[in-house]
């Protein structure tokens, strides 16, 4: 474990409460076409009860990412820790094409050694070993660390790097509540809930900071709109954009260096850059219609954002500086809330058609879109940093709840809630 990892999460897990999800995940479709792995159960040679079930936070992640069916635990051929144990003919017998073991051992002063292997098991010499690795981890960071297991099983098995490290923000709204609204931030599978804010005016739009430090988010404690910034460590928080009417809609640039906002101070919304080190505003749009929603581009050379120009809201791309802007969707009625992958590659959007609002990628070389989604109200689409998975906001019950949907559309989920509407979620940068 590098100091880097801990220093980044030591304090959030300083922050958190006992291990629970506020958000539990519900399977709703896509996991049966994904590839079979396994995670056996890590052996624990301490006394008691194992503090931690390592193996069932790894085999949920894999799972949630859409791409891996982990084997049911009960129905494992072998219950082994290290890699030279397995017997490859009884793992492909259940179809599994690699497998996971470890274990876990007290280590003192309240530590546990934690040993993990990674073998693929479809070669006919045996188990074939791609992964090892061992690590000191106090008790209060299992949990996180199961998670960077999980992470280096993905990246070896899919070349991707993973997201499990990751952690969400999001608008929880508790109805009749004295401080109705709460901004929230979470574990990716929503373990470790913890509010950063109470309050009794809304809070809207929340967007991570490149380094994962800090929160910017629209306010409006001051009975107006507001763009605040606020570090998730130490808490302070600060008023970045107090202009006459509309303050809206922040998203950071590429840098961290400045944010994209919405304002309404010269008449119609339009788009704005905010130096913050300077504090100097830069008008990017003006048009006689309302610009709004933008999002950098992965090189912070342009900005996406949604305009009415055309006479339905459409995205528009431009360079700030240059006054042109260039329209960049087409199919659909309408198009709406665009994010940029952090690869650049695709676009995440809600696209309109036929009253419906679905969410749905654009290919950036290309143009293609393709409807993710079969609900009818998403909203606020956020992918994960490594482009794999999007979290968005939906209408569940009567209830809006988050939903998580794979790049590819074939498989998704639910995260319902246990209390209130869970509204404007925003997958956080990589963490590690």
């Given at each position: ?87 490859p ?7 599994a ?24 098991v ?12 061992s ?59 913890q ?19 800090k ?6 404690e ?100 240059s ?16 994010r ?30 393709q ?60 963490l590690?």
């Open positions: 474990m590098t100091k880097r990892w801990l220093w980044l999460w030591l304090p959030l897990l300083m922050l958190a409460g006992r291990a629970q999800a506020a958000l539990d995940i519900v399977i709703t479709g896509g996991i049966d076409s994904a590839r079979p792995v396994a995670v056996v159960p890590f052996e624990w040679t301490g006394g008691g009860a194992a503090p931690q079930e390592l193996s069932e936070v790894i085999s949920n992640d894999l799972r949630n990412s859409g791409m891996f069916r982990p084997l049911d635990r009960n129905a494992l051929p072998q219950r082994v820790s290290r890699a030279d144990q397995l017997e003919m009884l793992w492909r017998s259940r179809q094409e690699a497998v996971v073991v470890g274990s876990i051992a007290p280590a003192g002063n309240n530590q546990y050694r934690i040993s993990f292997e990674l073998a693929d479809l070669g006919g010499n045996g188990a074939r070993l791609l992964e090892s690795r690590a000191t981890v106090p008790a209060a960071q299992l949990r996180q660390y199961a998670h960077r297991i999980a992470d280096i099983v993905f990246e070896k098995l899919t070349g991707i790097k993973g997201a499990f490290l990751t952690r969400i923000a999001y608008v929880n709204v508790q109805h009749g509540a004295q401080y109705p609204y709460q901004l929230m931030i979470a574990d990716y599978d929503g373990f470790n809930e509010v950063l804010l109470r309050s009794r005016e809304p809070l809207m739009s929340p967007a991570w900071s490149p380094d994962g430090r929160l910017a988010y629209v306010s409006f001051n009975k107006k709109a507001e763009i605040v910034v606020q570090d998730i460590y130490s808490q302070q928080r600060q008023v970045v954009s107090s202009q006459p009417g509309i303050n809206g809609a922040p998203a950071w640039s590429p840098d961290g260096s400045r944010l994209a906002l919405v304002l309404s101070r010269d008449g119609q919304p339009e788009i704005y850059v905010l130096n913050l080190a300077s504090r100097q505003l830069t008008r990017v749009t003006n048009n006689r219609t309302i610009d709004t929603e933008p999002t950098w581009s992965a090189d912070g050379k342009s900005i996406y954002f949604v305009s009415e120009r055309g006479g339905r809201p459409q995205v528009y791309r431009t360079e700030p500086g006054g042109d802007a260039r329209r960049v969707t087409f199919e659909g009625d309408m198009n709406l809330g665009p940029v992958t952090a690869d650049g590659s695709n676009m995440v959007l809600v696209s309109r058609s036929q009253g419906q609002y679905r969410i749905a990628r654009q290919e950036l070389d290309g143009g293609y879109l409807v993710l989604t079969e609900t009818r109200l998403d909203e606020s689409p956020s992918p994960a940093p490594n482009g794999t998975m999007i979290i968005y906001s939906t209408t569940y019950q009567g209830r809006q709840v988050l939903s998580l949907v794979s790049m590819d559309g074939r498989f998704k989920a639910r995260l319902p809630a246990r209390s209130g509407d869970v509204r404007s979620p925003a997958w956080s940068p990589f590690n």
